[in-house]
């Protein structure tokens, strides 16, 4: 990203002198008039973050939105948490689905998150994406070859492959079970000309 305030410092704002807030705001209002995605995106930042200026989802949506029509890839990823966590929408409703449309813009961008929550999404099966270990490994081997959160990509690529065996090696028991009660059975019994035993049902003299 370009210069201006980061997202650290947008959280721990409290310092600064109000005035010089709103100044700020006005400059990057004045470069997001020109179509700056930057300022856009700082500017979604200052109204998320519960500043003096007031927060407000509705406006830090709707500028996250603009920059990330434009491409900006952590604007991207921002909207998509809104739209994930339903904020800044009227009736606080969901929208994984979109999350997960500008996830994917943000990750063909190179963006970590965005590439670490795409794999949960696959994951889960969420987000519109079907259930799939192999896809979910697929991203999160994506976001470890970035430098950002490597180590949380390397962990959920763990915990994928783990639980991957885990099951594959159920799997295997559950057959290797059926198998053996199969084997248990006379080897000339055959189910389709013998039917199972039944016991004979008592006689009606015998229920008098």
Not at 108 to 134: H, I, M, P, Y
Request: hydrophobic share 40%.
């Amino acid at each position: 990203d370009g210069g201006g305030i980061g997202e650290d410092e947008v959280a721990v704002e409290g310092a600064v002198p109000l005035g010089e807030l709103e100044e700020a705001r006005e400059w990057f209002r004045r470069a997001a008039a020109s179509g700056d995605a930057e300022s856009e995106f700082h500017l979604g930042l200052l109204y998320d973050a519960g500043s003096r200026l007031g927060r407000s989802e509705a406006l830090a949506v709707g500028w996250f939105a603009r920059a990330a029509a434009r491409g900006h890839a952590a604007a991207q990823v921002r909207l998509g948490r809104c739209l994930e966590e339903g904020r800044g929408s009227t009736d606080g409703a969901r929208d994984e689905r979109g999350a997960a449309k500008w996830y994917r813009k943000a990750a063909d961008q190179g963006n970590v998150e965005a590439c670490l929550k795409l794999g949960s999404f696959a994951e889960e099966g969420r987000g519109g994406l079907a259930k799939s270990d192999s896809n979910a490994l697929v991203w999160y081997r994506a976001a470890a070859l970035g430098l950002d959160q490597s180590a949380e990509a390397a962990h959920r690529i763990g915990c994928v492959i783990a639980q991957r065996a885990t099951r594959r090696a159920q799997a295997r028991d559950e057959a290797a079970a059926v198998e053996a009660a199969a084997g248990d059975k006379h080897p000339d019994y055959n189910p389709a000309v013998e039917p199972p035993f039944k016991p004979p049902l008592p006689r009606r003299d015998s229920l008098a």
